[in-house]
């Protein structure tokens, strides 16, 4: 009886883990460019339940203890990409992440490209960071250059000027891929970042979150369900248990 708690006790774990994922982009459903948080539930063999009264344990004679155990994720799957007619707003159209530096000079990278232009004439993000260039230097307007124009492929224009290209990083491994706050990542070792060659760059468009709110709504209903579950199975083992102390007392 003791196993069956720890199981319903993990399986509670796991399912407060997937509500916070759920919360989190229900919250973030408006962002542009987030991401989709997931949780990945799998169930994992701690030990043996003894099916033969005096066999020893882990010797294979008895049934594997499941305890179910959680894991984050991130699904990169596209949002769609929807027009608002700004000259800074570009929208990435496949697979590929605009690069921009943080203050401490680490790269992180996003898929909002809701950009601007700073006093300087710096291109920046919505938090202020230089969006970079191919090359790694900040993309810097003329001062009258007139309105700039982005091709296909990411490259900047200023009338018959060229600022640059756009830098347009991919990963190898997106699982070492972490979220930070405003839709930005940063890459762990062994990432594998590296400069998209063919990207597909739209001016005067923006990508919308890749959440749907209908399927999270639908998902926190069943993970109360399922809590309410776990709980009652709880409460039932926990009353057997203390019938047994009882009954041997």
Do not use: H
């Amino acid at each position: 009886m003791n196993i069956g708690l720890y199981q319903s006790a993990s399986a509670l774990g796991a399912l407060e883990r997937w509500q916070d994922a759920v919360s989190q982009n229900i919250t973030s459903s408006q962002v542009t460019g987030y991401k989709r948080r997931t949780v990945q539930v799998q169930s994992e063999s701690r030990g043996e339940i003894m099916a033969v009264p005096g066999s020893r344990p882990d010797s294979g004679e008895g049934t594997a203890a499941l305890y179910p155990q959680s894991r984050y994720a991130i699904a990169f799957k596209a949002g769609e990409n929807s027009p608002t007619r700004r000259e800074l707003d570009f929208a990435l159209s496949g697979d590929g992440f605009f690069t921009v530096r943080m203050p401490d000079d680490t790269l992180a990278y996003t898929r909002c490209g809701e950009f601007s232009m700073r006093a300087d004439r710096v291109l920046v993000n919505g938090q202020g960071l230089e969006v970079l260039s191919e090359s790694g230097a900040p993309i810097q307007f003329l001062p009258q250059g007139g309105a700039p124009v982005v091709n296909e492929d990411g490259t900047l224009r200023q009338g018959d000027a060229v600022l640059g290209r756009l830098g347009i990083a991919n990963a190898t491994t997106p699982s070492r891929l972490i979220p930070l706050a405003g839709g930005l990542f940063i890459a762990e070792e062994g990432a594998g970042m590296e400069n998209v060659q063919t990207p597909v760059v739209q001016q005067g468009y923006l990508e919308s979150s890749n959440v749907a709110s209908l399927r999270e709504m639908v998902d926190l209903v069943s993970i109360g369900r399922a809590y309410e579950a776990n709980q009652k199975l709880i409460q039932t083992r926990d009353k057997l248990l203390e019938r047994s102390i009882e009954t041997l007392a």
